[in-house]
């Protein structure tokens, strides 16, 4: 594969060309607005806007409409959303119409989006993933730090400034701000393993570059001294502990008692920025708190749970276009037209950051066999600048280390970074996202249609949520359903099944996940299931279980019982006993035999969704013979390279409950994968299993798991 192929030229050369038609419009902005500057004996005809808008609810319409209407246009222009609010705020900021400006109100919500940037960015980076690659992160973070450190120095001492200017401004572009990672969630990349590698490089460079701006600050006051250091190394253990140590704990129990959903945002919120402000307050980057604060709560917020949709919606909705209209209004085009060491510095600032961050990319790219598409994405994510260059910026130029031709220079790189890097992510990473979609994995069961039986109000919850985790891709259905038993009441059902169903939609909805509702009346209820299943094609169900037993010869009880007998789709038992995103382990009991159903494969796979989306371990206890077989199944498919897994051996499969009483928690998810009769896999004397399980483990949650089977064989006895 070529380092520079020829064919990927044309996105950045279209981006380049906008780049320098979009400076140069801005730059003719004021002088335009002087020429238009004419008015009449009333006045009605002045177009020049001398002061800005001063009303809170004009300013706020204001904003709303940037937000709007920017990216519509832009997307329209065939350019990313994004950059389109910050070239609008350039348009309407101080130094061209002066519309608007930065004031205190505007400041605070750009700060806010920024910190929510960082949020969202610890909150939705796949852990596992990262934990089992982060020497990708640390060298990626390393090599995009150092060598735009290192170089950068180096041309600003050549070009006059002194050490400690050098450094700053070096360090300016050496770090990097997810400007784009709106445009890596539109496309649904964010657990691509390039995007998690510079994910995870971001905390590497941010923190370096803010921790190299506190020593040149202590270094040019004449502060840089053995108390420096140690306060600096205590203050950083402190927040860690109360960060890892306590925030997990309290979230724990604020979700395990607090029921209503709406609470459980603000409490997010309130962790997200009040650990940001205590960042501040013990000489941290809030940017690098706010970062934190999304990694410890990334396994307690289920990727698929309302609750992320909640903070994603508003994020991407309201907080983060703060941020990059706030970008926008800081240009000062006016210092561009009177000063050429402004041009000088953007243009060796802007240079240097470009070519030594496409360095970094592409080596990191080439060392790790990423795609070519996938170096380029990395190098869109890893060259915009903002947080740590704004931090950096202004402490030096309050310092006086920098001055205003400096200041508007940096400006100027982060408007030019913010508006090429999203063009450069869009671009190739739409390659990457259809490359994705049409990969044998995603290919296969394209549409899945989920059955959701409900009949317990209090379970409605507990089981949209499991099966919007448990939904493959985004084009899957979920079919709520409510089976009326035609010996009762039939319309007093009716009424108490609509309420039921309602709740189920609009839990789905706020996911965003499509749900159908269906009512039947049958005289049996496993029949309705049965005729539902049927009819609407359903290739998974979801079921609810109070773990109560009818007789000692049931499995499950009457229902459930005669459904496995009815049925060969996926189907999977639920009973919960605490929020799925409460669980730190999923410990999987694989019996001998299952590798050998068609559907086997494809119920693990569930399993692994359900531990990525809760951030959690999977723990597989099985036979030693058969542990060799689902490795090799395993190996073969791919699945399991997204999920952290371990192995545990147990002699004989009767003895599995001694075994799991050996290493039992609190917070463990027991999943059990089990076989319907007349099947391959099926023997009689694991089939109480479920049961001896629920009975013996009763303080944990607990999934039986039946494989999809392609037939029944006829003879019953194996």
Known sequence: MKLFDPKNWAGISYACVFIILSTVVLFLFPLSAELLAFSSDD??????????????????????????????????????????????????????????????????????????????????????????????????????????????????????????????????????????YPVITKLGLTQNKAVITTVGGTIITDTAALLLLAVIASGYQGDLDLGFWLNMGLMLLLYSFIVIGLVPKISRWFFSNI????????????????????????????IVGAFFVGLVMNRLIPKSSPLMNRIQFVGNTLFIPFFLLYIGLLVDISVLASSITAWIVMGAMLGTNIITKLIASKFTQRYFKFSSDEGWVMFGLSTTEAAATLAATLVGYGLGIIGDEVLNGVIMMILVTCIMGPIVVERFGKNIAVKEKNSPVKQENKTERILVPL??????????????????????????????????????????????????????????????????????????????????????????????????????GTVLDQLLHQTTQLLIVSNLRAKLSLHKRIVLCIPPGSTTEDGFERAFEKIVLLAEDIGVEILIVSSEHHIKDIQAHLNVSGISQSAKITFDEVSVWE????????????????????????????????????????????????????PQVSYQITHKDQ
């Open 43 to 180: 006045g009605l005809f002045d177009l020049a806007n001398d002061e800005t808008f001063s009303d809170p609810i004009l300013v706020f319409s204001t904003i709303l409409a940037v937000i709007l209407i920017a990216p519509i246009l832009f997307t329209k222009l065939r350019l990313p959303g994004v950059i389109g609010i910050i070239a609008i705020g350039v348009v309407i900021g101080p130094s061209s119409l002066n519309f608007l400006e930065a004031d205190s109100t505007v400041t605070m919500l750009g700060q806010i989006g920024l910190l929510y940037i960082m949020f969202i960015a610890g909150l939705e980076i796949n852990l596992t993933e990262f934990f089992k690659h982060k020497d990708r992160s640390i060298i990626f973070g390393a090599v995009t730090f150092i060598i735009p450190q290192t170089l950068g120095t180096a041309l600003f001492l050549w070009m006059g400034f002194d050490w400690f200017a050098s450094l700053l401004i070096a360090s300016m572009f050496a770090s990097h701000t997810l400007v784009a």
């Open 259 to 286: 029921e209503d959903e709406s609470f459980e945002f603000t409490f997010v919120l309130l962790l997200a920025f009040g650990l940001s402000y205590l960042a501040r307050a013990m000489g941290i980057e809030p």
């Open 455 to 556: 009949a317990n109000p209090e379970a409605i919850t507990e089981l949209i949520n499991l099966a919007t985790i448990l939904k493959k891709d985004f084009e899957g259905t979920l079919y709520p359903l409510s089976v009326v038993n035609q010996a009762g009441d039939v319309e007093k059902q009716i009424a108490d099944a609509e309420i039921i169903l309602s709740e189920a939609t609009q839990l789905a909805a706020s996911t965003n996940t499509s749900a159908k509702t269906i009512t039947y009346v049958d005289v049996n209820i496993a029949n309705g299931i049965s005729r539902a299943i049927t009819e609407n094609r359903i290739t998974d169900v979801v079921m609810g279980w109070n773990r109560k037993f009818s007789t000692a010869q049931k499995i499950f």
């Open 655 to 706: 003895d599995l409950i001694l075994k799991l009483q050996s290493d039992n928690r609190s917070d463990d998810l027991i999943v059990l994968m089990s076989s319907r009769r007349n099947t391959i896999s099926f023997v009689r004397r694991f089939e109480p299993m479920p049961r001896e399980i629920a009975e013996t483990f009763e303080n944990n949650s607990l999934l039986v798991v039946y």
